[in-house]
């Protein structure tokens, strides 16, 4: 099986600065996804943003950002201008690209705080 | 926007009953998918389904039963519940066509028994 490594069990960060979270996973495959997903106190989880494995440009939304090092097996998330409804779990998820039904794997996540 | 929607958000079973999650969504998807969540050790992924009456085993199947009898539907039947299954379980489903497709998740059930 996959794994994806998320050694940051807990981060903080003070509102409007930037945090870095990290992700490593190891794989053999050439062809896959990363993906990182927000899970708020309210539970429901959803995509922050997407990476292809074979795309050498890191992935940006608005204030999230990926450092993606394919070397490395490394897939870090930047958030900058941090605000408090950033304050969540966050899940780093690898998905192999062969076929449509591969299931994801998942970290074991980083619970952030943001401080006011 | 996609909704998966859970039926309960919190239940309470005893010992040994049979348990049912139910999880539908309203997108057409193809894939759906049950995890459990427990803290440090994140999502594991119980069964998934690629589409009607189809279903595979995940990482932790054991204990555990599903049904997909509708494409919009998918349940996780705890066939005899036991303390060791307190747990919050997602649902989740995605488009097939594509690795890139995320996942779309539910709100969760969390479940206690005792």
């Known amino acids: 099986a996959q794994t994806v490594t998320q050694s940051q069990p807990e981060m903080s960060v003070q509102e409007a600065e930037t945090v870095t979270l990290s992700c490593t996973y190891d794989t053999s495959e050439s062809d896959y996804y990363l993906f990182w997903y927000k899970q708020p106190p309210s539970r429901q989880m959803i995509l922050v943003i997407r990476?292809?494995?074979?795309?050498?440009q890191n992935a940006t939304e608005n204030r999230f950002s990926v450092n993606f090092q394919k070397a490395a097996k490394s897939f870090s998330l930047k958030i900058s201008d941090s605000q408090l409804g950033d304050a969540a779990m966050y899940f780093c998820a690898y998905r192999r690209g062969t076929n449509t039904g591969n299931q994801f794997y998942f970290g074991t996540g980083t619970s952030l705080t943001v401080i006011p | 926007d996609v909704k998966v929607t859970q039926s309960s958000r919190y239940l309470v079973k005893r010992t040994g009953e049979k348990v049912f999650l139910e999880c539908v969504q309203d997108m057409d998807h193809e894939n759906m998918f049950w995890y459990r969540q427990d803290p440090g050790l994140g999502l594991r992924l119980i069964y998934f389904?690629?589409?009607?009456?189809?279903?595979e085993k995940g990482d932790i199947p054991e204990g555990y039963s599903v049904s997909r009898e509708k494409k919009e539907r998918f349940s996780l039947i705890l066939e005899s519940a036991s303390t060791n299954q307190t747990s919050m379980y997602l649902c989740?489903?995605?488009?097939?066509?594509?690795?890139?497709?995320?996942?779309?998740f539910g709100n969760g059930t969390r479940l206690t028994v005792t």
């Open positions: 990476q292809e494995a074979y795309k050498q």
């Open positions: 989740a489903s995605s488009l097939s066509g594509g690795a890139h497709s995320p996942l779309h």
């Open positions: 389904s690629y589409d009607v009456k189809m279903k």
